[in-house]
């Protein structure tokens, strides 16, 4: 594992629809968009939330951006959720603290 993680490369966006959380990863330049293409997968993005459903990410290249789409970790959504971020605004800043797995 190493100590690079997502908040060295990017930032992070958050949204929500219904309880699915969606996350827009901005990556500062290039070179951070192909590090974070090849090791932000959606696995462990799954693993780093703890879902067990599957995590759809999409690649937007000529933004560059990857956005995450994470179901039912908003607990019923904005009007099902009993605690304070029913829209997942502060999930953003979890998934920036994301240590990277280094592949050579």
Do not use: C, N, Q
């Amino acid at each position: 594992m190493s100590d690079l993680t997502v908040d060295d490369l990017a930032d992070v966006r958050a949204g929500d629809k219904g309880d699915t959380l969606i996350l827009a990863v901005l990556p500062r330049d290039g070179e951070a968009y192909a590090v974070l293409e090849r090791d932000l997968t959606p696995e462990a993005v799954a693993r780093h939330f703890a879902v067990t459903e599957p995590v759809v990410r999409t690649e937007l290249p000529h933004l560059p951006a990857l956005v995450f789409r994470v179901p039912a970790v908003l607990a019923g959504g904005v009007t099902g959720y009993s605690g304070l971020d029913g829209h997942g605004k502060s999930l953003g800043y979890h998934l920036l603290m994301l240590r990277l797995d280094r592949t050579p």
